[in-house]
Nanobody, 121 residues
């Protein structure tokens, strides 16, 4: 079983920064993509950023130029650097990995438990 553990959430004032981490444990043969999603109260969960195995990235329009997703393969960790935070960035942030556990297995998706980010004005 693959387990993901997020950390780095907290409360910050608008304009501030936070760095989220998501560390994976368990056997992983190949990673296809690693995501950060967020969910604000009363809203649907949305994709914030994605890091592809190829090294490519994609971002939600609302965070482009402010957030940066990166990965450290040796540490099996994906990061989300969040700068110039606004109150609209508040919510629970979840990481999701799409991985292959062995050469012969299908890709499966795993979610972390979430970390709260609160941006105050």
């Amino acid at each position: 079983q693959v387990q993901l553990a997020e950390s780095g959430g907290g409360e910050v004032q608008a304009g501030g920064s936070l760095r989220l981490s998501c560390a994976a444990s368990g056997g992983i043969f190949r990673t296809d993509a690693m995501d950060w999603h967020r969910q604000a109260p009363g809203k649907q969960r949305e994709l914030v950023a994605r890091f592809y195995n190829s090294g490519g990235t994609t971002y939600a329009d609302s965070v482009k130029g402010r957030f940066t997703i990166s990965s450290d393969n040796a540490k099996k960790t994906v990061y989300l650097q969040m700068n110039s935070l606004t109150t609209e960035d508040s919510g629970v942030y979840y990481c999701k990995w799409r991985v292959q556990r062995s050469r012969s297995s299908y890709y499966q998706e795993y979610w972390g438990q979430g970390t709260q980010v609160t941006v105050s004005s």
